[in-house]
Nanobody
Framework: VQLQASGGGLVQPGGSLRLSCAAP????????IGWFRQAPGKEREGVVC????????KFGDSAKGRFTVSRDKGPNTVYLQMNSLKPEDTAVYYC?????????WGKGTQVTVSS
């Protein structure tokens, strides 16, 4: 299983970015799919996670109220809409999915929030 993440970049404080994560060619259904992030010198933290079986979404505290998540193209593609970005959102964002008890990670995409 390969996860492809895209959409990172440089944005000013207060701006928005949309990240996407997909698994081209994958024909199963992930149990969960979501995003983590890791800032320099900090541990990796969960941003959002969707459980495909029931659609429940869990956001990390840092994302609540500013980030939204969607699965416009089915359960194995997820979009993370990040609004009102702050400098502390600067991190490498990683897509993660769980399938048959195995955890899969995409290559990170850098998000930098700076003026």
């Amino acid at each position: 299983v390969q996860l492809q993440a895209s959409g990172g970049g440089l944005v000013q404080p207060g701006g928005s970015l949309r990240l996407s994560c997909a698994a081209p060619g994958f024909t199963g259904t992930f149990y969960t799919i979501g995003w983590f992030r890791q800032a320099p010198g900090k541990e990796r933290e969960g941003v959002v996670c969707i459980t495909n079986s029931n659609g429940k979404t869990k956001f990390g505290d840092s994302a609540k109220g500013r980030f939204t998540v969607s699965r416009d193209k089915g359960p194995n593609t997820v979009y993370l809409q990040m609004n009102s970005l702050k400098p502390e959102d600067t991190a490498v964002y990683y897509c993660n999915a769980i399938y048959q008890s195995s955890s899969y990670w995409g290559k990170g995409t850098q998000v930098t929030v700076s003026s």
